[in-house]
């Protein structure tokens, strides 16, 4: 399977399930960072769309609230911790 049916693949599925979103955006970062993927297919495989819709959407039910999912987003992307200090 392609690198590009690989990530549209993730992009509309698991991403979108908070118990598989870090798993799915984990496979995503290795994706992106180890394979040479060109921009050009990154943007055609709807990925940076899903991203964008799975960081600013609203607290609903189906994705999790948006405040975990800003963290799960950070913590795989740059290395921020999942928990913030204020929540110890």
């Keep these: 399977m392609s690198f590009v049916a690989v990530i549209v693949e993730l992009t ?3 991403l979108f399930q908070p118990n598989e979103s870090m798993a ?5 970062r290795s994706i992106v960072m180890e394979s040479d ?13 899903a991203i964008l819709q799975y960081i600013t959407q609203p607290d609903i039910v189906v994705m999790g609230p948006r405040d975990q999912r ?10 921020c911790p999942v928990r913030s200090a204020l929540y110890y």
Excluded at 70 to 76: I, K, S, Y
């Design 37 to 49: 993927i060109s921009p050009f297919e990154v943007n055609h495989s709807g990925l940076i769309r």
């Design 12 to 14: 509309y599925h698991p």
């Design 24 to 28: 799915a955006l984990e496979e995503l």
């Design 70 to 79: 800003l963290r799960t987003f950070l913590h795989v992307f740059a290395g």
